[in-house]
């Protein structure tokens, strides 16, 4: 079997600590342990020099697997990443194009950056590797490959959504990004609304030729492209979900008594519909009064990108938004909305999801959401909670027995937790039970599985590839 080599833009390297690996990472070492592999990327460190000397490599081994690692400088952080990345691509990708804040310069590094990355790794990689690179960080990375020679086969997996083509053509760089991504063997997406998005901007650019259902070719280039919505290991999950509560949960579960609880947690990202969630529970309170002073919602969203003005900006919204609803629906006795601005463990986040009556995941668009599934495998199965589930996550393509709403639309989502807060256990149980199957079915094990094996299956390409030659030229 071909060894593995994983690309993303942060990699997960090992240390003594008792943290529990989640999302990409379980998938991804899972991946790793069945094939043996390397697992390269940058290591989230600045470094004040350029980034060039051969001596900045860090490579670690750990249970047969290694990790090699980089460090970028301050320039190349603030334009590949900050700029580029999560101010172009992010929001271009999830359709906030009034958010994009294109910058020539920054797209210029992005390349750079993807070159630089590509040109420290091919020392490492053995004539039969695979290699699986992970997310929009780095679209341009088979380019840069095939530019400096390498021939192996190389996948990608895009873990947000892919923009259809009146969004995607408003990037400048569009066409040049197309190109790029036509380099990669295999072109994964979580939804195929997301695959059919990708597919639908080359056909707009009348390059595309259909050889059949799922294999393309464009730019001299053919190419798969296939469906892989990524899971969970829900075994993992209930295991960290259950067992005793620490004795500050404890006592503040004593302390709720009767009072239902509807939870929400997410990194705090204008993607996540965090204000129009905060306006919905408003209208349970005010369209359902009979839940004033019997319900509490927490929101837990952690900062993140907090130097960039939108977030700083949706952070001030949200704390306006709290205080305003406490005051109109709180009593001496209750506070209906906390809102906590922190990062919880893991482990604990499960125990807090297993002890919640609804979990409210209503993004504005999510290429997959894992929460929702985690939150589901937290719950105990005699007594489990409910889902209320945004139809803008990739999720609610699988788990339809979740309550599926609109977060647009206030007045469905308050009905919709409405329901969830008066669901009949029996009904609880089977919508659970029916979501848990499909969580076992497809769960992240499967996922890095079936795309690997779906890599691995694809022909070498051979040295003499006229697409390789003609981009090393451009």
């Known amino acids: 079997m071909s060894r593995l080599v994983v690309v993303s833009n942060r990699i997960a390297i090992p240390d003594n600590s008792k943290a529990s690996a989640g999302g990409l990472a379980v998938g991804v070492l899972d991946a ?29 081994e750990h249970d047969g697997i290694t990790y090699a690692s980089m460090p970028l400088n301050q320039n190349d952080y603030d334009l590949y990443y900050c700029q580029f990345s999560n101010a172009v691509l992010w929001p271009a990708f999830h359709y906030r194009i009034d958010l994009v804040d294109f910058q020539r310069e920054a797209w210029e590094v992005y390349c750079q950056v993807n070159d630089l990355l590509a040109k420290r790794l091919k020392p490492l990689i053995k004539e039969d590797d695979v290699l699986w690179i992970h997310d929009y960080h780095l679209l341009p990375f088979a380019a840069a490959l095939r530019k400096i020679g390498v021939n192996n086969r190389i996948g990608f997996f895009l873990h947000i959504p892919f923009p259809t083509p009146e969004i995607f053509n408003s990037l400048p760089t569009h066409q040049e990004l197309l190109k790029m991504m036509c380099e990669y063997d295999l072109l994964g997406f979580q939804t195929e609304a997301d695959r059919m998005a990708f597919v639908d901007n080359l056909k707009q650019q009348d390059l595309l030729e259909e050889i059949d259902e799922k294999t393309h070719r464009a730019y001299g280039n053919t ?19 259950e067992g005793p509560l620490p004795p500050k949960m404890a006592a503040m579960k004593k302390d709720l008594g009767d009072v239902q609880n509807i939870i929400s947690c997410e990194r705090l990202d204008y993607t996540k519909g965090l204000p129009e969630r905060f306006l919905a529970f408003e209208a349970l309170l005010e369209n359902f009064p009979q839940h004033r002073g019997n319900v509490r919602y927490s929101q837990i969203a952690p900062t993140s990108r907090g130097d960039v003005l939108a977030y700083q900006d949706l952070r001030h919204q949200l704390e306006m938004e709290v205080g305003r609803i406490n005051g109109k629906y709180g009593s001496l006795h209750s506070t209906p909305l906390f809102y906590l601005n922190q990062h919880f463990d893991r482990r604990l986040l499960m125990k807090l999801f297993r002890l919640t009556d609804v979990g409210l995941v209503t993004p504005l668009r999510d290429g997959m959401n894992l929460v929702a599934k985690e939150y589901v495998a937290a719950q105990n199965p005699e007594d489990p909670g409910v889902l209320v589930l945004s139809r803008f996550a990739g999720a609610a393509n699988e788990m339809t027995a979740a309550l599926i709403v609109n977060p647009y639309d206030r007045d469905e989502v308050a009905a919709a937790l409405h329901q969830a807060l008066n669901m009949p256990l029996e009904e609880r149980i089977s919508r659970y039970n029916e979501m848990m199957e499909l969580l076992r079915k497809n769960d992240i094990a499967q996922w890095s599985k079936r795309y690997v094996e779906d890599l691995q299956a694809i022909p070498v390409r051979n040295s003499g590839h006229g697409a390789v030659a003609e981009h090393a030229a451009s």
């Open 32 to 60: 790793l342990k069945t094939t043996g592999g390397l697992w390269f990327g940058w290591n989230g460190e600045i470094s004040e020099i350029s980034g060039e000397e051969d001596d900045e490599l860090s490579v670690v």
């Open 223 to 241: 190419f798969k492209t296939e469906v892989y919505p990524i899971g969970i290991s829900p075994d993992s999950i209930k295991e960290m979900a």
